[in-house]
């Protein structure tokens, strides 16, 4: 188990260095001069010159990387070109906003897709399950700013011609000062992902939970006389647990770098909106500084995902 | 009062490509304490039988009735049903590890049957769980509860099944195919365990196979089943000893065990019949060689005097028992060269799994062996002996760790790049499962003729001329050149990869356990197939299998594997008379082969009843 954690560990660490190098230089090699950005359109060629050297633009190209990788490797991003702000700290305040939305989505779209997945799969070919199927089909082929969309037309915008505001448009409370607003703020970002996500996971429980309720042990469980309650949720959901967790590993892994559709439509300010501006100004210590968070996160959950497969096959310890 | 009276069954499902008729106007008696066989090939519907009667096949539609204790099974609700499941009926079914979850350990599995149906605490349910696994021959029970399936070996996970339909010590246990997955040493165990086990515990068996020498062995009563009709019924003896009715004397003709090593098998020729449009008349008349016109109308029920029924429109004719000779082909083995020759062969795999470090496991332990031109030498062994390992470094699919292989004269660790596609063409396998070996989405002409055309000895039409001549040559129909393999079944699967591994015309055949997926009518033509093309072509061939009557009938020599070495090495008639090793002894007595079946002089004929609900 310890060799197996030091291993993944030193493999995940060689993922980040890896990104790191990519990003480096693709940005190395991408056009438009930083210093230009830091200094204004009309510096002169001498100020120019004066912030290359402050941001040690002139020196050589491996030099620079090093700097940076150790630099990073101290939670030291650098600095924004535009706001002269540390890039660590910008993330970091961001990645509340990030963070409570991507959660909160999670557990509607589970609450959502899994139920829905697991009454077509109980009835397969049923009218149940053919509601299910058109669930899926709309919620895979709507896309997320249209549905944000509506549901601000819907719930915000009607309303309040109406004269009362059911929702607030956008906009995010911190959940230590005022949990119930929190939740009232990010209620139609949680609703507007979740659907979308919903439907993947609604498909997957489907696919998953029908074929292990053809397995012999499912069989088996019925002989023994137990509930058709317990067949499917003791027996038939506890094997399909594990592509479940595979699934969520991935999405939330991808999801915390950066919700940017979401963020734009409903005026959240987190790591995908930061990276949206970011790249608009050219910001590159900052576009570097989000790769490099979500590379984090991969890893990170990756390895979560890996440990939580131990914990629910046996035939995996 | 008999504990299960089923009558007149019928079991429809309702599916995509129309109804299938699972089971037509079954009726039989099970007799407390006895153990009742329903035998039949697969689609025979003694499956669906079994889990219908059981509610766990919602879908069907049942008629008739099934009184179990009085009660009759079919009328009652699911939840009535359920009840009795576990509780009064216990199942056990054939393969242990698919059977048992693999996520919970077996102390759960067998606990959750007791909490089910009765109130008693987490450690009580616990203590009778290890007390019945000990019973079962788990040995220090109470420690390995908390094991999960896979960390028990086959024979021993059955246990735990069986462990487990017992629990409750209802008084019916269904069993279906419960030795089928597992070794012929471990068959045997485990056969004598469920016996012993139900004589104890007073249960009734009813038990489901293909395996005619295991009922012989063990049943009380029979009935053989035949595209959901219940061909004949009746005492094993009478059944397996002067069956009645010509499928059931075919079945028994067909295992290669019972004929001589130089006679070829008594086929039956053609294959069962889909269950979605059945022949009006007789179920078996297409494949019966006692067929007549009237054998187009429906059958009646004949009773006999020594308690057997056959749904036949004839008494018992004496059969033509008379074998086909094959002649004498026992290959003069003195003073050839051999063809293969093996020498302190030894393989070794590193297995390297996710947590645990990577481990060595040595599979093949030295061994010496010699493949004389023109014999066919048998392997024969449990799963994990090393027979198949061996098969595959003789064929040149993988390395040998240590030792040496030399075919015809070439150590095949010398051989390299360009010379290995000329051996390759001197080497062929016939593999296990042609549902697997054969690639769904090329047809089988493109299957067949894919070895010429690999190594540039025929293109165009004479490539064509060719893949129909072997197509003719295994008994397929030629014109069929241009269908996918899902439109064949299994046995003419077979005959595919045969024909595909005869195209090069290989200096050896390598057959790796060719029929141990098919059925036994299915299965003796192909055995027969294989000794014509060997007498024809004068076949060198390596014939792998784990059924010892099926090596004896089709092998010169054997070769008994065990943990990875040979233990026993001798012609195939002086192995089965007079065994030296304890270890084959054990194979020999534990493999049960049925009786040869005799036509009695007179039979005396009770009744003949018109079959209820036949048109």
Redesign the interface.
Same mark, same amino acid.
Do not use: K, N
């Given at each position: 188990m310890i060799s197996f954690l030091i291993k993944r560990l030193t493999f995940g660490l060689f993922v980040l260095l890896s990104l790191s190098l990519f990003v480096f230089f693709l940005f190395f090699v991408a056009p438009g001069d930083p210093a230009r950005v830091v200094a204004g359109d009309k510096a002169p060629e001498a100020q120019l010159q004066q912030v290359r050297e402050n941001l040690g633009l002139d020196r050589p190209m491996p030099e620079q990387y090093l700097r940076f990788v150790t630099r990073a490797a101290q939670g030291d991003l650098g600095f924004s070109y535009r706001n002269r702000q540390p890039v660590t700290d910008l993330i970091v305040r961001r990645i509340p906003v990030t963070v409570s939305l991507v959660f909160g989505g999670v557990l509607f779209w589970l609450a959502l897709g899994v139920p829905i997945g697991i009454i077509s799969a109980r009835n397969p070919g049923t009218w149940k399950d053919r509601l299910g199927q058109v669930f899926i089909l709309l919620g895979l082929s709507f896309p997320t700013f249209v549905l944000g969309m509506l549901a601000l037309y819907t719930l915000y915008f009607l309303p309040r011609t109406a004269g009362f505001t059911l929702f607030p448009p956008g906009g995010y409370a911190p959940f230590l000062e005022n949990p119930a607003k929190w939740a009232w703020h990010l209620a139609l970002p949680w609703t507007t992902l979740a659907l979308v996500v919903a439907a993947i996971y609604a498909r997957l429980t489907r696919g998953q939970l029908l074929q292990v309720l053809g397995e012999d042990y499912i069989r088996t469980a019925r002989a023994k006389g137990l509930t058709e309650r317990r067949v499917v949720y003791r027996h038939g959901m506890r094997a399909t647990l594990t592509p479940l967790v595979t699934q969520l590993g991935a999405d939330i892994a991808v999801l915390l770098g950066g919700v940017i559709v979401i963020e734009q439509v409903f005026g959240l300010q987190g790591v995908g909106a930061l990276a949206v501006q970011a790249v608009q100004n050219q910001d590159r210590p900052i576009i570097i500084g989000v790769v490099m968070l979500g590379g984090l996160f991969i890893v990170t959950t990756n390895l979560i995902v890996d440990l939580l497969y131990a914990a629910l096959d046996p035939r995996v310890r | 009062m008999p504990l299960i009276e089923a009558r007149n069954i019928s079991i429809r499902i309702p599916t995509e490509d129309g109804v299938v008729h699972a089971a037509r106007n079954l009726s039989f008696t099970v007799e407390a304490g006895s153990l009742f066989g329903i035998a039949g090939e697969s689609g025979s519907g003694k499956s669906v039988l079994i #889990?219908a009667i *059981?509610g766990?096949l919602p879908q069907a539609e049942i008629e008739g009735e099934c009184l179990f204790q009085g009660q009759d099974l079919l009328a009652m609700s #699911?939840d009535e049903l359920?009840?009795?499941? +576990?509780?009064q009926i +216990? *199942?056990v079914? #054939?393969?242990p590890l =698919?059977?048992?979850?693999? @996520? @919970? =350990?077996i102390g759960r599995q067998i606990t959750?049957?007791i909490h089910? $149906?009765e109130d008693v605490s987490k450690a009580e349910a616990r203590r009778r769980a290890a007390e019945m696994l000990e019973k079962v021959g788990i040995v220090n029970a109470a420690a390995r509860l908390d094991d999960?399936p $896979?960390q028990f070996s086959g024979g021993m996970r059955q246990r735990v *099944?069986i462990a487990?339909a017992l629990i409750l010590e209802p008084p019916l246990i269904f069993a279906d195919e419960p030795t089928t997955a597992l070794d012929v040493t471990v068959q045997a165990q485990i056969m004598e365990l469920l016996k012993r086990m139900c004589d104890e515990l007073g249960v009734t068996i009813v038990m489901i196979t293909h395996d005619l020498g295991l009922l012989s062995s063990v049943a009380d009563r029979v009935m053989i089943l035949y595209a959901g009709h219940r061909l004949e019924l009746g005492p094993a003896g009478a059944v397996f000893g002067t069956p009645a009715h010509p499928y059931t004397q075919g079945l028994l003709l067909s295992s290669p065990g019972i004929s001589g090593p130089d006679e070829a098998l008594m086929s039956i020729p053609g294959r069962p019949p889909s269950l979605l449009a059945t022949p009006r008349g007789c179920i078996f008349a297409p494949r019966c060689p006692q067929a007549q016109d009237i054998c187009r109308t429906p059958p009646p029920v004949r009773e006999y005097a020594d308690g057997s029924a056959a749904l036949c429109h004839f008494e018992p004719v004496p059969h033509d028992m008379e074998a086909l000779s094959h002649g004498d082909r026992m290959a003069d083995a003195t003073g050839a060269a051999p063809l293969v020759s093996i020498r302190g062969l030894t393989k070794t795999y590193r297995i390297a799994s +996710?947590?645990a470090?990577t481990r060595e496991l040595q599979v093949i332990k030295g061994i010496d062996l010699d493949v004389i031109r023109g014999e066919t030498l048998g392997l024969v062994g449990e799963s994990g002996c090393g027979k198949s390992t061996l098969a595959r470094i003789v064929a040149g699919l993988e390395p040998a760790t240590g030792g040496e292989v030399n075919f015809d004269g070439t150590r095949l660790s010398d051989v390299s790049g360009q010379d290995w596609r000329e051996l390759r063409k001197r080497v062929q396998i016939v593999f296990q499962d042609p549902y697997g070996s054969l690639n769904p989405r090329r047809r089988v002409g493109a299957i067949i003729g894919a070895p010429l055309k690999i190594h540039g000895l025929a293109q165009g039409a004479a490539l064509k001329d060719e893949v129909r001549r072997l197509m003719g040559l295994v008994g397929l129909n030629p014109e069929h050149y241009n269908r996918f393999p899902n439109e064949f079944s299994g046995g003419q699967r077979q005959r595919i990869g045969i024909a595909r591994a005869l195209a090069l015309k290989p200096d050896l055949m390598i057959f790796d356990e060719p029929v141990s997926a098919l059925d036994v009518s299915i299965q003796a033509q192909i055995l027969n197939l294989i000794r014509e093309l060997q007498d024809e072509l004068n076949l060198t061939s390596l014939f792998i299998s784990h059924d010892l009557t099926v090596v004896r009938h089709m092998c010169d020599r054997i070769a008994v594997m065990n943990g990875g070495q040979i233990i026993e090495l001798e012609e195939a008639g002086k192995i089965f008379a007079a065994p030296r090793e304890e270890y084959t002894r054990t194979l020999l007595a534990a493999s049960h082969v049925p009786p040869r079946p005799a036509t009695p002089e007179h039979r005396e004929l009770i009744a003949t009843l018109p079959q209820q609900g036949a048109v």
């Open positions: - | #889990q *059981m766990l #699911q359920r009840a009795l499941r +576990g509780r +216990g *199942m079914f #054939q393969d =698919s059977s048992l979850h693999p @996520y @919970y =350990s959750e049957v089910t $149906h999960f $896979h *099944m487990m +996710g947590f470090r």
